[in-house]
């Protein structure tokens, strides 16, 4: 058997496999292979959430996630390619991070850049899709899980409409904020994954592109490197862009710092209890986040939800307009691993400015990898482009982004 280098996409130890469901022979996504995140559960196997204390603490599982359960509906499995290469897929401790790094299972090399980060917390999905190890990988994304891997990492990635993919059988972190999404290689791949999710029956004509006009959020653009903002500009131009709104008007501060105190109080919520009881060890990066959970105070939450309000309000009220926004999935090209504090708090700060957008107005996005005749001021280093919907928008998201191969033609590029 020929080796394959897997990148450490996958958590160590057995490789995780599961047959689709009999009789799913002829459904869509028969003969796919899909990697699973290790914060959605498979029958029988553990999930380990990143944190070997949680492991130690949590049973291996009796069923499958609603996510899971889709996929292999459909006829997807948790199979090799002729080889053991499939299964659970490393993610950043418990999913607090953006980084794609693991203290203890470790950090999933990304193959368009191995010095640099693969972005998190669902790095190993990314990778093992990247890396051509499986057709498609489920993840999670909150504040940007999803989002910012396939960026750094040169695929697509979907965020979808907060509660439109079931969440049960998923770790619970921020509730409100918390979805399900999934990565490819391709557009098509993309839209093909998506009927196990949302059905067969093609989006309504009206909610596909030509008539929903795409506009750029001028204000996130600026929020990010010269370099990749000419990277961006370069390709919404080649999209016909031409438009431009200020998405968050005068709270982009407001928007981070919202995020983090809803995020933080709902993590704590829903893991409060299993912190205190079991005080698990976190590696370095990921124990000061952890910190900061019991130390919101009830008194600045009212803001907050103000604030979040306040964005969903205005950002929906852009989306009614008839058009959808597009902006860079992330400020910056993938940061270097051995990047100081000082880079990783920027790329932290503004990724998640960014990337709480959708989930503080709960909005499907889209993101797609620009072909490397658009990176020159990149030096070839992958860039995300997104494209945020109305909610309910993600079939339309998923078909529009299927016809754009002219530009996004990123296996011929």
């Known amino acids: 058997m020929i080796a394959v280098d897997e990148g450490g996409a996958f958590v160590p130890g057995p490789r995780c496999r ?58 997807a499995s948790v199979w090799a390619h002729g080889a053991s290469v499939c299964g659970k897929t490393i993610t950043d401790e418990m999913a607090f991070s953006l980084e794609g790094e693991n203290f203890y299972y470790g950090t999933p090399v990304n193959p368009r850049c191995p010095d640099r980060m693969p972005g998190g917390s669902s790095s190993g999905s990314a990778v093992a899709v990247a890396r051509g190890l499986c057709d498609f990988a489920l993840g999670t994304d909150t504040g940007g899980s999803v989002r910012i891997p396939a960026a750094f990492c040169g695929i697509y990635g979907i965020r979808t409409t907060h509660g439109r993919v079931k969440l049960d059988g998923v770790m619970p972190f921020a509730s409100s904020y918390d979805t399900v999404g999934w990565f490819a290689q391709s557009a098509a ?16 004509a009206a909610r596909v592109g030509t008539v929903r006009p795409l506009v750029m959020a001028s204000d996130i653009l600026a929020l990010a490197d010269a370099d990749c903002a000419e990277a961006v500009s370069q390709c919404a131009q080649a999209l016909g862009v031409t438009d431009e709104v200020n998405a968050l008007g005068d709270m982009q501060t407001a928007c981070f710092d919202a995020y983090q105190i809803l995020q933080c109080r709902e993590i704590w919520q829903a893991q409060g209890k299993w912190l205190r009881a079991t005080k698990p060890t976190f590696g370095p990066t990921i124990a000061p986040r952890f910190g900061w959970l019991s130390k919101i105070p009830d008194s600045a939450l009212p803001g907050a939800q103000l604030v979040r309000e306040q964005i969903s309000a205005r950002v929906n009220a852009l989306l009614a307009q008839g058009c959808w926004l597009v902006f860079p999935t992330a400020p910056c090209v993938p940061p270097l691993l051995k990047s100081g504090e000082d880079v990783r708090t920027s790329f ?23 072909p490397r005749r658009f990176t020159a001021s990149t030096k070839g280093l992958p860039i995300g482009l997104s494209i945020l919907g109305a909610a309910g928008d993600d079939e339309a998201l998923l078909a529009f982004a299927a016809t754009l191969d002219s530009v996004f033609n990123v296996a011929t590029d």
Not at 40 to 46: F, G, T, Y
Not at 189 to 202: D, H, L, S
Not at 350 to 364: E, K, S, Y
Request: aromatic share 6%.
């Open 18 to 75: 599961v047959a689709p469901h009999p009789g799913a022979v002829s459904a869509p996504l028969a003969g796919l292979t899909v990697a699973i995140k290790d914060l959605i559960d498979v029958a029988l196997w553990p999930t380990d959430c990143g944190n070997p204390d949680w492991a130690r603490t949590h049973a291996p599982v009796t069923a499958h996630a609603a996510c899971v359960e889709a996929v292999l509906a459909h006829g």
């Open 189 to 204: 791949m993309m839209a093909r994954v998506g009927t196990a999710f949302f059905g067969t029956q093609k989006p309504d």
């Open 348 to 370: 932290y700060r503004r990724t998640l400015t960014v990337d709480a957008i959708a989930g503080h107005a709960g909005l499907p996005q889209i993101t797609l990898p620009l």
